[in-house]
Every structure is written in structure tokens, then in C-alpha cells.
């Protein structure tokens, strides 16, 4: 990655940051995106995250609050989803890094390799699993434990949103699964 002369998103200090917010043994939900944000000043490491000053927000992102809005009737103020870090929620893409402009262009780099380390750490106990879209869908099947709850459905990209992310009702899914196992709901809005 170092002898790539393109700009790679997001910075270096920030490629880890979802194992340093979320690290697995603290993980109870595995949301599991493609690759981080490939326009400057969006990623920070933490898979759909941006900085709470990003406006308008990547279209993604939109989707996945405008399916929250539906699931819960509201969403969060911005796009800084590191609050959901603190609750467990672990914001993981299959692809650590990008090059700026060049959407799944680290896909095939070897962050596989490490993303499956981490999934067989998640896989020692029950976790609630959201897998969006094909790549993630893949690679989470790894993910084998048979208590999980799985929630697999279409990235929320706005090429695929409307092929099932869109009405999948994931956010109160994985809290009524939270409650079930004893643990606390997640604050997915933080309102």
C-alpha cells in the first residue's frame, strides 16, 4: 500500500479506528460494509461513518437513515456514528482502505485476510450480524456460530437499497434479539 502514489482514504491514524472503538471482545453487533468512503473528508474508519460536519451526507448513508427512520421514526442528527461504537457496535468494512475515487479499488489487497481473523474472534459467541450486500454477505458466512442473528439483505447503496435493504427493519430486529439475550437495546439515533 505505501508504493501507491494515490491519495488512500482514510488517513493512515484512522485506518484501524473501528477495532480501536469496538474492539471484539466488546463486540454485541457486527455491521459489515464493503470499503470506506472513496470521497476525501467521509472516511474515518468506521464503515458508514463520516464527521458530524459531512453535508449532504454519502448516499448510503442516507438510505440506511432513511430505513431507520421507518424502523424507529427518527435517525440521528449527523452522520458520526461513533456513538454506536460505544454501545458495542462494531462498524467494519471487508476492505480497510480506498483509493480516493476508486470505489472497491483495495478490495483484492489482502485486508481479507486480516477481516476473517476478526470474524472467527466474533464468531466464539452470539453476536447480532448485519451483512450488507454481496461482499459482506460472503465473507460473513464464515460466521457460524448457530446463535447468531443474521440479517443479510442488499447493500444500501442507491443501486440496491430497493432489492430488500429497504423495508428489512434491521435496527428494532437487532434490539428485540438484544432484549431476548438479556442485554441492553441499542441507541441507534442517540436522540
Not at 432513511?66 to 476492505?95: I, S
Not at 475515487?101 to 464468531?123: C, F, M, P, V
Amino acid at each position: 500500500m505505501q508504493s501507491d502514489p494515490r491519495v488512500i482514504l482514510p488517513p493512515a491514524s484512522q485506518t484501524f479506528a473501528a477495532l480501536e472503538a469496538c474492539p471484539p471482545d466488546k463486540v454485541r453487533v457486527l455491521i459489515l460494509g464493503q470499503d470506506p468512503y472513496p470521497t476525501p473528508g467521509h472516511a474515518h474508519g468506521l464503515a458508514f461513518s463520516v464527521e458530524p460536519d459531512v453535508a449532504p451526507l454519502p448516499r448510503s448513508l442516507r438510505n440506511i437513515y432513511t430505513e431507520m427512520a421507518a424502523d424507529l421514526g427518527q435517525c440521528p442528527a449527523n452522520g458520526d456514528l461513533r456513538f454506536w461504537t460505544d454501545q458495542g457496535v462494531l462498524l467494519l468494512n471487508t476492505a480497510l482502505s480506498v483509493p480516493t475515487g476508486e470505489a472497491g479499488g483495495h478490495l483484492k489487497l489482502g485486508w481479507s485476510d486480516l477481516t476473517t481473523d476478526i470474524l472467527a474472534e466474533l464468531d466464539r459467541s452470539p453476536r447480532a450480524l448485519l451483512l450488507w450486500g454481496k461482499p459482506a454477505q460472503k465473507l460473513g458466512a464464515r460466521l457460524t456460530h448457530p446463535q447468531h442473528l443474521r440479517i443479510e439483505t442488499a447493500h444500501p447503496s442507491p443501486l440496491s437499497a430497493r432489492r430488500g435493504f429497504f423495508g428489512s427493519r434491521p435496527f428494532s430486529r437487532v434490539n428485540e434479539w438484544l432484549k431476548k439475550q438479556g442485554t441492553p437495546a441499542i441507541d441507534w439515533t442517540g436522540r
